[in-house]
């Protein structure tokens, strides 16, 4: 936070630097002849880090790079000086003195996988869990004040050994109100609570939690024909819902066909004098608010 605001990407950056274009189109021809820092990602990093003070050619370097599916936090002798995304920035002479850090992030998603080793119901049976989870850092800011910290680098492995516990204690707090049949019967309920109860926390450490999805329980032996039961219906409602989505899709593309040779119809009609303008106009434009309203169903 900085004065009780949340710091997003900006292009306010204290002085210390500013962007100049944007890495697509610009590249690096506006450094021609000089040099730029970029990042570097070790296998599975999720940020790659560059301290003034730990590389002797900091000072030799006239700016940085963010790419896209990067942000870039800056740092000043500890102090937060501003959140970059993609696009090309000078660094300035007092940005590469002792103290200066830049701290690129990845905003690509990664997975967590989890279990919970069992957990007593409110019928008093134990019974495990397991599932995965899929994250990405959407504020680069509190993900690197409350989470990377003093850290040189942070895998999805290190995250995942980190947020673990916190995942497998939303789903026991959420099991613990169920019994075994009614929990099994309500995979789908538990998910959206879990999910509910996550999304405060991982929201306060900078990540958001794109998916959570329950791959399975472990049960007492006589519980599993319950077990089995519930997992074939589950099957076939998801097939019937897949069924009936494809079927919708079918209809929606029905619909867009429909009107599109609708309004080559119309066309031909007006073009050979069979429709005057004010027909064609009227017509033209109700079969145009109809296709425009079916193509917005197939991008939802």
Same mark, same amino acid.
């Given at each position: 936070?900085?004065?009780?605001?949340?710091?997003?990407?900006?292009?306010?950056?204290?002085?210390?630097?500013?962007?100049?274009?944007?890495?697509?189109?610009?590249?690096?021809?506006?450094?021609?002849?000089?040099?730029?820092?970029?990042?570097?990602?070790?296998?599975?990093?999720?940020?790659?880090?560059?301290?003034?003070?730990?590389?002797?050619?900091?000072?030799?370097?006239?700016?940085?790079?963010?790419?896209?599916?990067?942000?870039?936090?800056?740092?000043?002798?500890?102090?937060?000086?501003?959140?970059?995304?993609?696009?090309?920035? #000078? &660094?300035?002479?007092?940005?590469? @003195?002792? !103290?200066? %850090?830049?701290?690129?992030?990845?905003? =690509?998603? *990664?997975? /967590?996988?989890?279990?919970?080793?069992?957990?007593?119901?409110?019928?008093?049976?134990?019974?495990?869990?397991?599932?995965?989870?899929?994250?990405?850092?959407?504020?680069?800011?509190?993900?690197?004040?409350?989470?990377?910290?003093?850290?040189?680098?942070?895998?999805?492995?290190?995250?995942?050994?980190?947020?673990?516990?916190?995942?497998?204690?939303?789903?026991?707090?959420?099991?613990?109100?169920?019994?075994?049949?009614?929990?099994?019967?309500?995979?789908?309920?538990?998910?959206?609570?879990?999910?509910? #109860? &996550?999304?405060?926390?991982?929201? @306060?450490? !900078?990540? %958001?939690?794109?998916?959570?999805?329950? =791959?399975? *329980?472990? /049960?007492?032996?006589?519980?599993?024909?319950?077990?089995?039961?519930?997992?074939?219906?589950?099957?076939?409602?998801?097939?019937?819902?897949?069924?009936?989505?494809?079927?919708?899709?079918?209809?929606?593309?029905?619909?867009?066909?429909?009107?599109?040779?609708?309004?080559?119809?119309?066309?031909?009609?007006?073009?050979?004098?069979?429709?005057?303008?004010?027909?064609?106009?009227?017509?033209?434009?109700?079969?145009?608010?109809?296709?425009?309203?079916?193509?917005?169903?197939?991008?939802?």
């Amino acid at each position: 936070m900085v004065g009780g605001t949340q710091m997003a990407e900006t292009e306010k950056f204290g002085g210390l630097f500013k962007r100049i274009g944007d890495t697509v189109h610009i590249g690096t021809k506006k450094f021609k002849g000089k040099t730029i820092l970029s990042s570097e990602f070790g296998q599975e990093s999720l940020i790659s880090r560059l301290k003034s003070d730990e590389y002797d050619s900091f000072r030799k370097f006239d700016g940085f790079i963010v790419k896209e599916l990067e942000a870039a936090v800056l740092l000043q002798s500890g102090a937060l000086v501003g959140v970059a995304g993609s696009g090309i920035y #000078e &660094l300035d002479k007092t940005a590469k @003195r002792p !103290g200066g %850090e830049i701290i690129w992030i990845t905003k =690509g998603e *990664f997975l /967590v996988k989890w279990g919970s080793p069992g957990v007593y119901t409110i019928d008093n049976i134990m019974i495990g869990c397991y599932g995965i989870s899929r994250l990405r850092v959407v504020n680069p800011r509190n993900f690197i004040m409350n989470v990377v910290s003093h850290k040189h680098y942070y895998t999805s492995e290190e995250l995942r050994n980190w947020i673990k516990q916190t995942i497998i204690a939303a789903v026991k707090h959420i099991m613990s109100r169920y019994t075994v049949s009614d929990l099994l019967r309500e995979r789908r309920s538990l998910t959206i609570q879990t999910r509910s #109860e &996550l999304a405060p926390e991982t929201s @306060r450490w !900078g990540l %958001e939690l794109v998916g959570l999805e329950i =791959g399975g *329980f472990k /049960v007492p032996e006589e519980y599993q024909t319950l077990l089995a039961y519930e997992v074939e219906k589950q099957v076939l409602e998801t097939q019937r819902e897949l069924d009936e989505e494809r079927k919708s899709f079918d209809d929606v593309s029905a619909k867009i066909s429909k009107y599109e040779h609708m309004l080559e119809q119309a066309d031909e009609m007006f073009l050979s004098g069979k429709l005057s303008e004010e027909s064609y106009k009227e017509l033209s434009d109700k079969y145009a608010q109809k296709l425009a309203q079916y193509k917005s169903k197939t991008s939802e």
